[in-house]
């Protein structure tokens, strides 16, 4: 089955004739040096700044779904066709975070909805799950109009919904997709080339957060999949206890 994901995916299988069954894992990528799944360091995030992150910090979930359907925080609700809140299993380890609802996303109100979205599945069937055990949000639950970046107004006003997200989720392992969305989840400039590879933890959570391509980048560049598919492994290996203790 993670054959036919890898496949999807992109990522092409080699093997050597008929004696070399060794798993496809092993052959698509360099392993990820042990030292590396050291934690790099932990970021606190800057404190929430919007006048109403302390009732924001109180909500349930219905009633955080609630607010945020009906946020007028920025600029962004004028241009929105509706918020994106996120979809996914609550109960869910696992928490993949984007950048932003794109014209589809704003069209349906899910997440990484389109081809992008296709992607996102193959990768998270990739690594042996399915998409419905997940859940998936972005670090805007409104798309920016001409799919431009975020600017740091927005993110600061969107800000107290994703960390309450996370705080009542209380996932085991965050997955940060793309360059803009890790930079503004863990407070930082650092490039995508700095950050890949390097596990990281959510402010003082201590939830590892591992940094990987956002899809539709993947969809372009479709020779950088080896690399994010090194990231799922590494986030993999996270999960699955091998470092982090
Ligand atoms: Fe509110 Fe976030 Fe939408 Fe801005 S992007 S209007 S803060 S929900």
Not at 81 to 103: K, M, R, Y
Not at 171 to 188: C, E, F, S, W, Y
Request: glycine share 6%; hydrophobic share 40%; charged share 20%.
């Amino acid at each position: 089955m993670r054959d036919q994901y890898l496949q999807a995916m992109g990522i092409t299988r080699w093997v050597r004739r008929s004696h070399d069954l060794a798993p496809i894992a092993s052959q698509v990528t360099e392993p990820v040096p042990e030292q590396a799944l050291a934690v790099k360091e932990t970021i606190e995030l800057s404190p929430v700044q919007t006048p109403d992150s302390h009732n924001v910090d109180a909500l349930d979930w219905p009633a955080l779904e609630r607010v945020v359907s009906n946020c007028n925080a920025c600029d962004l609700h004028s241009t929105r066709s509706q918020t994106v809140f996120g979809s996914g299993d609550l109960n869910a380890d696992w928490l993949i975070i984007g950048e932003a609802p794109g014209a589809d996303e704003d069209r349906e109100g899910q997440p990484f909805v389109g081809r992008a979205g296709q992607l996102l599945t193959a990768m998270i069937g990739a690594m042996g799950m399915k998409r419905e055990q997940i859940f998936i949000t972005n670090i805007l639950k409104c798309r920016p109009p001409q799919n431009r970046d975020p600017d740091v107004e927005e993110v600061m006003a969107c800000q107290p919904y994703l960390r309450r997200q996370i705080e009542l989720l209380q996932p085991k392992i965050i997955l940060a997709v793309g360059r803009i969305a890790a930079q503004n989840l863990l407070n930082t400039h650092e490039t995508m080339k700095a950050m890949r590879g390097n596990p990281y933890t959510y402010a003082d959570t201590g939830i590892p957060v591992v940094v990987t391509y956002h899809p539709a980048y993947l969809l372009r560049s479709p020779l950088e999949k080896r690399k994010a598919w090194q990231d799922l492994q590494m986030a993999m290996r996270i999960y699955d206890g091998e470092a982090l203790q």
